[in-house]
């Protein structure tokens, strides 16, 4: 379930967080994270009074992310991504305005892909979205069938060349 053992590029990132307004992000929500580098930008990025969820079922890249990333608006979450819906609720956070996804979706069973596309979705507020990278430019499709508006690019600047898709929600 690790996709790449190759942490993502600096390109890739950088394409990734691309959409996203600084100014209205409240609660960011990433899906593994893996080493951080993600995670990483996303704290220098981000306000100092927004919020970080992270979800990541690999044990040894949770207890690195809780080494390494000592930052108060962090929270690191070792379960999978399913469960963004009642994390979100027990936290009292109303919704994320962006979710960022690196977990491989091409090698995960159909009815877990669709649960988290389908929780994603119902956690999102109006006007945010779901950045999604993949090696594999198939979960396009899925993501079509669940959110109002999908738009996509390529970086070919990354180990594995990367599709990167930006899935909003309308207002
Ligand atoms: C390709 S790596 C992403 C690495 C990192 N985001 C980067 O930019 O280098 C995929 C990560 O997703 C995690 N993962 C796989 N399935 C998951 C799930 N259902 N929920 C949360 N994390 C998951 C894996 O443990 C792995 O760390």
């Not at 991504?81 to 109303?94: H, I, P, Q, T, Y």
């Not at 079509?144 to 990367?162: G, Q, Y």
């Amino acid at each position: 379930m690790l996709g790449s053992v190759i942490p993502s590029s600096r390109f890739l990132v950088r394409r990734t967080l691309e959409p996203i307004d600084w100014s209205r992000a409240d609660v960011i929500v990433e899906y593994g994270p893996g080493l951080g580098t993600c995670t990483a930008e996303i704290l220098r990025r981000m306000r100092p009074n927004a919020r970080l969820v992270v979800f990541e079922t690999h044990p040894d890249f949770v207890r690195h992310l809780t080494e390494t990333y000592r930052d108060p608006r962090l929270e690191v979450i070792h379960d999978s991504a399913e469960e963004v819906e009642s994390v979100l609720k027990d936290r009292g956070l109303g919704g994320a305005d962006y979710v960022l996804s690196g977990i491989p979706f091409s090698l995960m069973p159909g009815e877990v892909r669709d649960r988290i596309l389908e929780r994603t979705r119902s956690v999102l507020n109006t006007g945010g979205a779901m950045l999604v990278y993949q090696f594999s430019p198939r979960i396009g499709t899925h993501l079509k069938r669940v959110f109002d508006d999908v738009d996509w690019s390529f970086e070919p600047l990354n180990v594995l060349p990367a599709t990167v898709f930006c899935c909003q929600v309308a207002g």
